[in-house]
């Protein structure tokens, strides 16, 4: 797309900041480990054809573009940001009039600019939505590509919903850089569980940027696993805007040879009377790289909150590295609050006791391995996505270990 071609003042204005800045690089305190500065060289197609694969998800994602198949649940609507906004006056003045998004960085700009399908998943005033909606996001690119897709979630007052995304690219693709922005708003006694599943080719790099807005008395439990990629980096931010928020944030990362998972988490409890609770785990395998950056923000106002964050990591390999930096900035002064993090390596007397009783080395390994990240698993109650996950997640280990 060329820049005469963008249609409004904002999308311009966005694509200047973004040239401005450029790919982050690790010159960047943000981006210190996970540069982007190779796609400065690279010869692009910023408009991928689009896709028409088939699916049993309800909703599809490819290529940048989504739409809803089949019939939508009762009190659940999909429809265009532009269509969205004129329907609802009093929110189209809310946004306009929102917080800034912490930490934005220049691929959110790059997303505004040059996104063209932008549409709302809308869960109407007390409609709890009693089966999963599925997402399927689609990569697929003939040449190499950038493909910037965004996805808003709306869910009212005392209102229900589950979401699985399952995101992948399809086989004989082109390298592909995808660039993925959701923002997510839960309003009052609301309830959202969100679960992502991050299974791309080697030659995709994937960054997602969700974005969360909690209101009173509402509760989102949200899981982050990330399977395959060259390159997967989540910018997951909750904004906790009302009083008793409950937020779970759960995220497994198993990174194997040559790919980089790199997870930076925001909490910022702004209201009383909410809690957050963040646990992170990661098997490193092969000569991969994993980071964690986790972040938790108390307001002035955000008196009774507790917040706890535990980001916990094994190298499964004397080639792989992690890096974490956990951080908490605390402004009120009648809160709990913790954070911690850990790295190691598997305990040798375990190893030694599995293999006395006839289990060989590898299926030792394995059975640690899945022990330590079954905690994060066995929190999803959405059955068939906890089986998927597992027997994927076994696989992979096994490939690694050579078993």
């Not at 401005?20 to 010159?27: H, L, R, S």
């Not at 906004?85 to 998004?101: F, T």
């Not at 109407?124 to 979630?153: N, Y």
């Not at 190298?315 to 402004?331: C, G, V, Y």
Request: with cysteine; aromatic share 8%.
């Amino acid at each position: 797309m060329l820049y005469t071609e963008l249609t409004s003042s904002a999308q311009k204005e966005a694509l200047d900041r973004f040239k401005a800045k450029g790919f982050p690089t690790n010159k960047w305190e943000e981006w210190k480990y996970a540069s982007l500065k190779s796609w400065n060289d690279k010869d692009l197609d910023w408009s991928p054809a689009a896709l028409n694969e088939i699916s049993s998800a309800n909703l599809l994602t490819q290529n940048g573009n989504t739409s809803f198949k089949g019939a939508l649940p009762a009190g659940v609507e999909f429809i265009s940001f532009d269509a969205f906004m004129a329907a609802n006056p009093a929110i189209a003045a809310k946004w306009e009039q929102r917080l800034p998004i912490l930490d934005q960085n220049s691929l959110y700009d790059l997303n505004t600019a040059l996104v063209v399908n932008t549409q709302v998943l809308w869960v109407k005033a007390g409609v709890s939505v009693d089966q999963a909606i599925t997402h399927d996001f689609i990569l697929s690119a003939a040449k190499a590509s950038a493909v910037q897709s965004r996805l808003i979630v709306y869910v009212e007052e005392n209102a229900s919903l589950t979401l699985i995304e399952r995101a992948f690219t399809k086989e004989g693709s082109a390298e592909v850089l995808s660039n993925f922005v959701q923002e997510i708003y839960v309003n009052e006694k609301a309830n959202l569980t969100y679960v992502k599943e991050q299974d791309l080719a080697q030659n995709t790099t994937h960054i997602d940027h969700t974005f969360i807005t909690q209101l009173s008395n509402s509760q989102v439990d949200l899981f982050t696993f990330s399977l395959n990629a060259a390159y997967l980096r989540n910018n997951l931010h909750f904004y906790s805007d009302g009083e008793n928020v409950v937020s779970n944030l759960n995220g497994l990362y198993v990174p194997g040879e040559d790919q980089l998972m790199d997870s930076h988490t925001v909490v910022d409890h702004r209201k009383p009377n909410s809690e957050s609770h963040e646990l992170y785990k990661g098997v490193l395998l092969g000569n991969s790289t994993g980071v964690f950056n986790g972040k938790i923000f108390v307001r002035p106002d955000a008196q009774k909150t507790n917040a706890f964050q535990s980001c916990k990591n094994v190298l499964a390999s004397t080639r792989a590295t992690m890096n974490t930096k956990p951080q908490l900035e605390i402004w009120a002064d009648d809160v709990k609050c913790s954070h911690g993090t850990t790295t190691g390596q598997l305990n040798e007397e375990a190893l030694f006791y599995l293999r006395s009783r006839g289990i060989s080395l590898g299926n030792a390994r394995t059975l640690l391995l899945l022990a330590f990240v079954q905690e994060v698993i066995d929190r999803v109650t959405h059955e068939e996505t906890k089986l998927r996950l597992t027997d994927k997640i076994i696989s992979k280990i096994q490939t690694s270990l050579a078993i």
